[in-house]
Structures are given as C-alpha cells and as structure tokens.
C-alpha cells in the first residue's frame, strides 16, 4: 500500500513540475538607445528610444511609417495585455498586429479620432495571447510614443521526458526493492 502511495506521489510531482507557471513583467524602454533594442528577454527591432513625450522618459518612439516588431530572445510566445502610447503632433493611426509564427492572428487600429493626439496619452488594454510577435506601425503624419508594454511570459518549462523519466527510474527502484524482500522472505 505504501509503496503504491509513494509512486502515485513520484507521477504526480512529474507532472506538476511539467507545468510551467507564467509571470508579468511590464518593458518600460528605460535602456539605451540601440538597435535591436533588448529588455527583460525581449527585442524590440527597429527601435528608438527617446527622452521627449514619455508616460516615464525615456520610451519607444515610431515615426510616420515606421514599424517596430517585440519579441522574445531566443523565440516563444508571449501575451502583451496592455501598454500606454500617444499620438504627437499631427494625426496618425497606430496599427497593432500580432503574429505566430508567420500567421497574423490579430490587428488592431488605434485611430486618432477615438485616441486624440497630443492629449498626454493613454493606456490601451487589449490580450494579444500566445504570439510570437507584436508589430507597431505608425501611418498617418504624426508620430507616437509607446511605453510600459504590459507582456504574461510562461517559464522556461522543464522538458517532458526529464520528470516521466525520474518517475520510471523510481518505480523500477521500488520493484527492484520488493523482489529483493520477497525473495528474503
């Protein structure tokens, strides 16, 4: 009975170490102005970082027809729930897309007759979920500022093999264990 307990216990700490918890982290383009641009696991390529019209200087600037593109290092999918922008100077839309892979799953315009420019900014809550990439593109004549991009990043999971692997070699431990006291016994 107890031995049928402890590899219940063994299978069961298998899978949950399978399961990878996720974790928020918000890019806040505090970093250098480089290009790639990388923060918390992240790239932001084509980017400049600016110190004028920040929610918090400094932040991701995109001039008209410019697009940048997040991503993880290293690839993986990601959610971005929020992040705060403006519109500067003349009017502009902000074109949001998200991709997987190649595939485009979701787009989103964020025009300047319903985000006015010029307005100190706002925050822009919407779930992009399990993306490989997000592309800001700016169309319009003004320019817009991004900043405190909001992403839910899954842990690095460990592989399945490794704990299916753990709990067989423990259970073959235990049978090894019983035909050892039987043939004691």
Same mark, same amino acid.
């Given at each position: 009975?107890?031995?049928?307990?402890?590899? $219940?216990? %063994?299978?069961?700490?298998?899978?949950?170490? @399978?399961?990878?918890? $996720?974790?928020? %982290?918000?890019? #806040?383009?505090? /970093?250098?102005?480089?290009?790639?641009?990388?923060?918390? /696991? *992240?790239?932001?390529?084509?980017? +400049?970082?600016?110190?004028?019209n920040c929610n918090v200087a400094p932040?991701?600037?995109?001039? #008209?027809?410019?697009?940048?593109?997040?991503?993880?290092?290293?690839?993986?999918?990601?959610?971005?729930? $929020? *992040?705060?922008?403006?519109? %500067?100077?003349?009017?502009?839309?902000?074109?949001? @897309?998200?991709?997987? /892979?190649?595939?485009?799953?979701?787009?989103?315009?964020?025009?300047?007759?319903?985000?006015?420019?010029?307005? /100190?900014? @706002?925050? *822009?809550?919407? %779930?992009?979920?399990?993306? #490989?990439?997000?592309?800001?593109?700016?169309?319009?004549?003004?320019?817009?500022?991004?900043?405190?991009?909001?992403?839910?990043? $899954?842990?690095?999971?460990?592989?399945?093999?490794?704990?299916?692997?753990? #709990?067989?070699?423990?259970?073959?431990?235990?049978?090894? +264990? +019983?035909?050892?006291?039987?043939?004691?016994?």
């Open positions: 009975m107890a031995k049928s307990l402890a590899l $219940s216990a %063994l299978f069961a700490m298998g899978l949950a170490m @399978q399961a990878a918890p $996720s974790h928020a %982290l918000t890019l #806040t383009f505090g /970093g250098p102005d480089v290009d790639p641009y990388i923060e918390s /696991g *992240f790239s932001v390529d084509v980017a +400049r970082i600016v110190n004028g932040c991701l600037a995109l001039n #008209t027809n410019e697009t940048s593109v997040l991503t993880r290092v290293g690839g993986g999918v990601f959610d971005l729930t $929020s *992040f705060w922008f403006q519109i %500067l100077g003349q009017p502009a839309t902000l074109t949001v @897309q998200a991709y997987n /892979g190649a595939t485009l799953v979701d787009q989103v315009d964020l025009l300047e007759s319903v985000y006015p420019h010029n307005n /100190g900014g @706002q925050v *822009f809550s919407y %779930l992009f979920s399990n993306v #490989t990439s997000i592309s800001f593109h700016d169309s319009g004549r003004g320019n817009i500022r991004i900043d405190d991009a909001n992403v839910n990043v $899954s842990a690095v999971p460990i592989p399945a093999a490794l704990p299916l692997l753990a #709990t067989g070699l423990a259970a073959l431990g235990f049978a090894g +264990r +019983r035909r050892k006291a039987k043939k004691i016994a």
